[in-house]
C-alpha cells in the first residue's frame, strides 16, 4: 500500500481519535425504532467517586455486551447515570465545611443544600468521563442522576403511591443507628467484624437480701438502661428469685427479675440483663413483658442525662470510667477476653448502635412474593446461578427496610405535619397540594402553607435506585411513554453480588410491583477485584493502582483485556499487572499482524500456491468452529472464557498458523487472491475482537479501506459464520503437532532452518496427505516420502498412528537419541496406566459423559501404538 506504519502500536494517539468520531456519528445514541432492542442500565457510581479497579471491571463487561449486541443489528441503549449517594455525599459535604469552620448546624437546610449541590457541580460526573477513557460506548446524551427533576418526581411519586397502598407506615422501631453520620441505616449497609474485645461479669444486688446475681456484659456503659434481669423459669439455681427485683448500680433503680425461656441455662451465669433501648433481642423481650425503655446514648453516641456521672463522654470513654467504678464498689467479679462480631457501619466504619428511632418503613412481605419467585424460576436469571440460594434465603426472611435516614442531602420525605400527635401528618408532593387534606383532618379552617412542617428526613438512597430501571425512561409519571414501552425490560444488569440485596432484589421488587413484569432479563454477578495477597483492592490499603493511569501506560484496550483474562463470573478476579500487560502485547501482536498483511505487494500474474489455498481453507473452517464456540459462550455469560476463545483465535490460529502458511518468502510477492482472502480474514477477527478490543479495531478497520461512517466497525455486523469441516480441522491439528515435533527436533539438534532436510513417514491408520504442503512450507522440507517400514538412523517421533523421521547427518549421536526414545518411552507408559487406572475405575466409566470415556479409550489406543512404535524404534537403534 506503499505507506509506513508505526513499528510500535500507540493508543494515546488512537483512543482519543475514534472516542470523539464515534461520539460525533451519535453511533451511541438509541431511540425507539423496529428494531429488536438491547438495554442496560449502568448501576450508577455515586457521583462524587472516581473510577476504581470494581468499576472497570463491570463497566467493561457492560460494554462488551452492549458493543456486541450493536453488530448484531440491534438497537443498543446502555444508559449512563450517577447515584447522589446521602450519605457519602452529605459527610465530604460536612468535611469540607468543617475545614472551612463551618459547623452543618449553624447552616439552615436551603444553606447547606446550595453548599452539596456546589459540591456536586463541581465533583459530579467525573467518573462517567473516566468511563469514557475506558471506550464505554454509553448513550450519553440520556445521563441520569438520582436526584435530577426526572428521576425525583418518581421517587416522590413512589412514596406517596406506597403510602397509599398501605405498604409504608411510620412508627418507633429498632434500627441500625450510625453515630457519626447520626442516621439510621440499613441492615445491609452494616458490616460484621470480628473484633478483640472483653466480657465484663457485674454483680447486682438482690432487693431486700445479702444475695447477688452476675450478669456477663460487653456493654457495662448501658447498664444505666437496664429495666429487667431475666432468668429461665425453670433453671434450677433462681427458682427462689421468681418475683424478685433486682438493684442498678449507680442509680439503684429497682428492676424486675423476670421470666423467659429466651435465656440460655448453659451459658454465661443464666442471667441476662435486658436493656430494650439497645438491643434488639433486648427490645422484644421489653415489649413481650411491657418494661420501660430508658435510652442512656444521644444521637452522636455520647451519653445523655439517663447516664448520670457520664454524661457527655462518648460510648468509649464511658465504658472505661464505668469500669473502673464499678472495680471501686465492689461489683466487678472478673474480666474475661473475647472475640465477637460488632456491626460496623458501611459508609463511616462507625460502631452501629442499635438504637430506638421514630422511622418510616416499607412493609416488605407481601411486596417481596413475586421478586422471589421470579428469580427462583429464573424467569429473571442469575450467572452464575449459584447466587440464587443466598438470594432466596434474604427473601425468604426479609425484614420491613427501614427507608428514612436523618440527612439533608436527599430526596426529602413528602410528608407534612399539622401537629404534634404521631399521626399528625398528610402526604403529598408540596404543602400547597396537601393543605385542604391538613385542614379537613385537622379540624382546623384556618391552617395555612406556613403552618406546615415537612418531615425533615430524607429517603434512604437505594429508595431513589432501586426505581433505576424504570425512572431513567420516566416510567413512574408516564407509565405508556414510547421509551418505557419499547426499552424495558432491559435485557442485562451487570453487578457485584454485595449489593444484590442492597439494590438487585429492590429493582426485582419495583419491577413487579410497577410495571408487573421483571426489570431485566439477567443479573451477570462479577468478583470482587483483589490483590495477589487476596485483599479486596481500597485506596486505604494502598494496594490499587489507578485505572487512569493504567490507561495512559497500557491503553485502554489492553487494560480491557487485562481485566477480563481471569475474571469468570462471580468468582473474584486476582488483579496482576502482568495480566494488563498481556492486553498490551496482545494490542501489540495485532498490530504487527497488520502491518505484515499491509506491506505485502501483489502481483496479479500469481496464484496461489497449494500451501496456501489449504491455509484459507482450513482458517475458514477454523474461525467458523472459534465463532460457534464464542456466541456459546457469550449465551452462558461466560464472558472470560469468550475472551479467551477469541485470543486464542487470533494469537494463535490467526497470527501464528494462518500467517505464517499464507505469507509469502521474504521480499517476494503474493497473489492478489491470498492477499484478498487474508484482508477478508483480518476483517473477520477484526469483528469478533471489536467488543473487548474497540479502539485498535476500528483503527485497522479504518487502515485497510476508506469507509464510510456507515461502514464503521463498530456498526458493522457480527459475523454470520458457516459450516465447519471437523475432519478437515482434526487433520491439521495433526499437521500442527507434526511442524511442532519438527521444529523441536530442529532446535534441540541445532539444525539451522536453512538447510533443508528429508521428513520420511510410516503410514498408519491416520494418514491423511492434504496438508503435506503445508509441513514442507513451515519446516522447509526437501521432500516427503511415505513407506511401509521404519527408517533407521534417523531421528523420529510419532503423531497419532504415524511414525515420522528425519534421517541423520553423519555427526549424530546414536547414544544420546537412544536416551531421549527411552526417556519418552517411559513417559508414555506412564500415561498409558494412569489411562488404564481411569478406565479400571467402574464408577467413572460409568457415570462420567460418553463422550470423555470415549475420548480416554483412544488416548489408551494412542499410547499402546506409541510405545510399540518406541520399542521397535529402540529396537532398530541398539542393533
Known amino acids: 500500500m506503499g505507506r509506513e506504519l508505526a ?16 461520539m460525533d456519528q451519535g453511533y451511541f445514541h438509541s431511540e425507539p425504532d423496529e428494531r429488536e432492542p438491547y438495554t442496560i442500565v449502568i448501576p450508577p457510581p455515586n457521583v462524587t467517586g472516581v473510577l476504581h479497579m470494581g468499576h472497570m471491571l463491570n463497566n467493561t463487561i457492560q460494554d462488551v455486551l452492549v458493543r456486541k449486541a450493536r453488530m448484531e443489528g440491534k438497537n443498543a441503549c446502555w444508559v449512563p447515570g450517577t447515584d447522589h449517594a446521602s450519605i457519602a455525599t452529605e459527610a465530604k459535604v460536612v468535611a469540607k465545611l468543617k475545614a472551612e469552620g463551618i459547623s452543618k448546624f449553624d447552616l439552615s437546610r436551603k444553606e447547606f443544600l446550595d453548599h452539596a449541590w456546589d459540591w456536586t457541580h463541581k465533583h459530579g460526573g467525573i467518573i462517567l468521563e473516566q468511563l469514557k477513557k475506558l471506550g464505554a460506548s454509553c448513550d450519553w446524551e440520556r445521563t441520569a442522576f438520582t436526584m435530577d427533576e426526572d428521576r425525583s418526581k418518581q421517587v416522590i411519586f413512589s412514596f406517596i403511591d406506597l403510602y397509599k397502598k398501605g405498604y409504608i407506615y411510620r412508627g418507633v422501631r429498632m434500627v441500625n443507628w450510625d453515630p457519626s453520620a447520626k442516621t439510621a441505616v440499613s441492615d445491609e449497609e452494616v458490616i460484621r467484624k470480628e473484633v478483640q474485645a472483653a466480657l465484663y461479669f457485674v454483680k447486682y444486688s438482690v432487693k431486700d437480701s445479702d444475695e447477688t446475681l452476675t450478669i456477663a456484659t460487653t ?63 433486648d427490645y422484644e423481650l421489653g415489649i413481650k413483658h411491657n418494661l420501660e425503655t430508658i435510652d442512656v446514648l444521644n444521637d452522636d453516641g455520647t451519653m445523655n442525662e439517663f447516664g448520670l456521672e457520664f454524661k457527655g463522654q462518648s460510648r468509649e470513654e464511658a465504658r472505661k470510667n464505668v469500669i473502673i467504678t464499678l472495680k471501686g464498689m465492689g461489683k466487678m467479679e472478673k474480666i474475661e477476653n473475647l472475640i465477637h462480631n460488632v456491626g460496623f457501619s458501611e459508609r463511616s466504619d462507625a460502631v452501629i448502635e442499635p438504637r430506638l428511632s421514630m422511622q418510616w418503613f416499607l412493609k416488605m412481605d407481601e411486596l417481596s412474593k413475586p421478586a422471589l419467585d421470579n428469580v427462583m424460576n429464573d424467569e429473571v436469571q442469575f450467572h452464575p446461578s449459584k447466587f440464587k440460594n443466598s438470594y432466596r434465603h434474604w427473601m425468604e426472611n426479609v425484614r420491613d427496610w427501614c427507608i428514612s435516614r436523618q440527612l439533608w442531602w436527599g430526596h426529602q420525605i413528602p410528608v407534612f405535619f399539622y401537629g404534634s400527635g404521631i399521626n399528625d401528618f398528610v402526604v403529598g408532593e408540596s404543602a400547597d397540594l396537601v393543605l385542604a387534606e391538613a385542614k379537613e383532618r385537622s379540624g382546623n379552617p384556618n391552617l395555612t402553607v406556613k403552618d406546615l412542617k415537612q418531615d425533615d428526613d430524607v429517603l434512604d438512597t437505594w429508595f431513589s435506585s432501586w426505581l433505576w430501571p424504570i425512572s431513567v425512561f420516566n416510567g413512574l409519571i408516564d407509565p405508556d411513554n414510547k421509551d418505557i414501552s419499547y426499552y424495558y425490560p432491559t435485557n442485562d444488569l451487570v453487578t457485584a453480588p454485595e449489593i444484590m440485596f442492597f439494590w438487585v432484589a429492590r429493582m426485582i421488587i419495583s419491577g413487579y410491583e410497577y410495571r408487573g413484569q421483571k426489570p431485566f432479563k439477567n443479573v451477570y454477578y462479577t468478583g470482587i477485584v483483589r490483590d495477589k495477597q487476596g485483599r479486596k483492592m481500597s485506596k486505604s490499603l494502598g494496594n490499587s493502582p489507578d485505572p487512569i493511569d493504567l490507561i495512559k501506560e497500557h491503553g485502554a484496550d489492553g487494560v480491557r483485556v487485562g481485566m477480563l483474562l ?7 478476579l486476582l488483579y ?21 498483511v499491509d506491506m505485502w505487494e501483489v502481483d496479479e500474474s500469481l496464484k496461489a500456491n497449494d500451501s496456501q489455498l489449504l491455509a484459507e481453507k482450513w482458517f475458514e473452517n477454523r474461525f467458523n468452529s472459534a465463532l460457534l464456540e464464542i456466541n456459546r459462550l457469550y449465551d452462558e455469560f461466560r464472558i472470560s472464557d469468550a475472551l479467551m476463545a477469541t485470543y486464542k483465535l487470533v494469537w494463535d490460529d490467526f497470527c501464528s498458523w494462518y500467517l505464517e502458511l499464507i505469507k509469502p518468502e521474504y521480499q517476494q510477492p503474493i497473489s492478489a487472491q491470498a492477499k484478498e482472502r487474508s484482508i477478508y480474514f483480518f476483517e473477520q477477527v477484526l469483528r469478533v475482537l471489536h467488543p473487548f478490543m474497540p479502539f485498535i479495531s476500528e483503527e485497522i478497520w479504518q487502515l485497510i479501506k476508506e469507509r464510510s461512517a456507515e461502514e464503521a466497525l463498530i456498526v458493522s455486523s457480527w459475523p454470520k459464520g458457516g459450516s465447519v469441516d471437523e475432519v478437515l480441522l482434526q487433520q491439521f491439528d495433526i499437521s500442527k503437532e507434526v511442524i511442532s515435533n519438527i521444529r523441536k527436533i530442529r532446535k534441540d539438534r541445532n539444525i539451522a532452518f536453512k538447510d533443508k532436510i528429508e521428513l520420511k513417514i510410516r503410514k498408519g491408520a491416520d494418514n491423511d496427505t492434504r496438508f503435506d504442503p503445508s509441513i514442507i512450507q513451515l519446516c522447509n522440507i526437501s521432500s516427503i516420502e511415505y513407506s511401509d517400514e521404519a527408517v533407521e538412523n534417523a531421528f523420529s517421533f510419532v503423531v497419532k498412528n504415524n511414525e515420522y523421521f528425519i534421517p541423520f547427518s553423519e555427526n549424530i549421536d546414536v547414544d544420546e537419541e537412544i536416551a531421549k526414545i527411552k526417556e519418552e518411552l517411559k513417559y508414555t507408559i506412564g500415561f498409558l496406566t494412569s489411562v488404564n487406572k481411569k478406565l479400571e475405575n467402574k464408577r467413572f466409566v460409568e457415570s462420567a459423559p460418553a463422550k470423555v470415556v470415549e475420548m480416554e479409550y483412544s488416548k489408551k489406543e494412542d499410547a499402546e501404538s506409541k510405545i510399540r512404535i518406541l520399542e521397535e524404534k529402540l529396537s532398530n537403534l541398539s542393533q
Do not use: M
Not at 439455681?237 to 425461656?261: C, M, Q, W
Not at 494488563?580 to 499482524?593: C, D, L, P, T
Open 7 to 22: 513499528s510500535k502500536y500507540n493508543p494515546s494517539s488512537i483512543e482519543d481519535k475514534w472516542y470523539s468520531y464515534w
Open 219 to 281: 456493654r457495662p456503659e448501658t447498664i444505666l438502661g437496664d429495666t429487667a434481669i431475666c432468668i429461665h423459669p425453670k433453671d434450677p439455681r433462681y427458682t427462689h428469685l421468681h418475683g424478685k427485683k433486682a438493684i442498678i448500680p449507680f442509680s439503684n433503680r429497682e428492676v424486675p427479675i423476670i421470666l423467659d425461656e429466651y435465656v440460655d441455662i448453659e451459658f454465661g451465669t443464666g442471667c441476662l440483663k435486658v436493656t430494650p433501648a439497645h438491643d434488639l433481642n
Open 566 to 572: 481471569s475474571s469468570p463470573a462471580g468468582n473474584d
Open 576 to 596: 496482576d499487572i502482568s495480566l494488563i500487560e498481556q492486553g498490551r502485547n496482545f494490542a501489540n501482536k495485532i498490530w504487527n499482524a497488520f502491518r505484515l
